[in-house]
């Protein structure tokens, strides 16, 4: 029953995060993307209260930056976060405002208000982001421990470990430094394909680098591949093109497919139906599977609400991102990125944050 309760005030508090969300997409070639704060969930006798809507983001993996085929460099202003309208607000009715999004150039335009709104008061809308067919979080809120910038999880049954993910944005690494100080694996960006037209394929500057320094460290090793498929060809010929680069490299970890939509410019996957991504996912991740490796879908609050239906991807383990105290998802996850702005000895500037936690 305890656990039915903080499912039911999680939910609620999804809601509220989903809501507000901005953006932040994620990796480079070129632009660097706008990074945004996370609402403070305090939590007391494991009861969360919503999350301060004024103030949150829908998080990205990896680096600060988007996947674009330009040479110029340009930063993507942040997106603004709206608070929640009263309920005698002389402003346009919330629930005349919103509207489900189809596509993913739908998402951008979303109002925050309108969202809160409806998802509160629509029962139909509120059983879209609770699907009943997906297993869920039943994580103990209690158990995360926050010290030092870093989070364990402590409960019985459970171990887990801590790890950081990387690509080309954090330049040069001592890996020697980086597993000294506690950090046990890192998921390495392989390649990505750019937002722009041609949607070209592309090698990690720093992958083949950071592959083998993190190996010869001692660290587990997993890769992802930032995404911009539009099809289930393309998403094939993603998970394809990793494989070439890997070219039989065993890795301790998964291979993860990573797909986002671009806010702040515009981007080929605009006019994407929203179904499609998953369709993706399940495109690479048989690819990857029929190669012999493990594959991971990494997703968050906003992606897992309203463009994955999860209840396909769950052979699939997840790799969830979240930078609040505690991870709201209602959904079972393996890997938890809780942080964009970490630091690590060995690493210059700021780097992803993230734990595995492992049953047994």
């Known amino acids: 029953m305890k656990r039915k309760i903080i499912l039911v005030l999680c939910t609620a508090a999804i809601l509220s995060v989903l809501a507000s969300c901005g953006n932040k997409e994620s990796k480079e070639n ?35 930056d988007i996947e674009d085929e330009t040479a110029g460099e340009g930063t993507v202003p942040e997106m603004s976060t709206e608070s929640v309208l009263p309920e005698d607000s002389p402003e346009e009715s919330p629930e005349e405002a919103f509207r489900m999004p189809e596509t993913l150039g739908d998402m951008k335009a ?16 509120m059983a879209w982001f609770m699907d009943e067919r997906v297993p869920k979080n039943t994580y103990q809120n209690i158990s995360f421990r926050h010290e030092d910038g870093r989070v364990y999880y402590e409960e019985e049954g459970f171990t887990s470990i801590l790890g950081i993910d990387v690509s080309s944005h954090q330049g040069e690494i001592d890996w020697e430094a980086v597993k000294a100080s506690g950090i046990d ?24 680098q950071n592959l083998a320094g993190a190996k010869a460290a001692g660290l587990k090793v997993g890769a992802y591949f930032f995404s911009q498929a539009l099809t289930e060809e393309e998403a094939y010929e993603e998970a394809d093109f990793l494989l070439q680069i890997l070219d039989g490299e065993p890795l301790d970890l998964p291979l993860v497919f990573d797909e986002e939509h671009i806010r702040g410019d515009e981007a080929r996957t605009d006019a994407m139906a929203l179904s499609q991504a998953t369709a993706n996912a399940l495109a690479f991740c048989e690819r990857v599977s ?4 493990t594959p991971m879908v990494y997703t968050n609050l906003l992606w897992e609400g309203l463009v994955y239906d999860m209840a396909s991807l769950t052979e699939y383990p997840v ?3 979240g930078y609040d105290p505690v991870p709201l998802t209602p959904y079972l996850f393996e890997y938890w990125q809780y942080s964009e702005s970490g630091t690590v000895p060995g690493i210059d500037g700021k780097v992803d944050l993230d734990i595995r936690i492992i049953h047994g």
């Open 319 to 321: 790799w969830y991102a």
């Open 30 to 64: 070129a632009s660097a993307a706008a990074s945004a704060d996370t609402a403070a969930v305090s939590e007391a006798s494991q009861d969360l209260p919503a999350p301060d809507t004024s103030v949150v983001s829908e998080t990205g993996s990896g680096s600060d």
């Open 290 to 293: 029929t190669a012999g490796y």
């Open 110 to 125: 979303m109002d925050a208000a309108a969202l809160y709104a409806a998802a509160t008061k629509d029962p139909e809308l």
């Open 185 to 208: 694996f890192v998921i390495i960006r392989a390649g990505f394909r750019g937002y722009g037209e041609s949607g070209s394929l592309n090698e990690d500057a720093m992958f083949r």
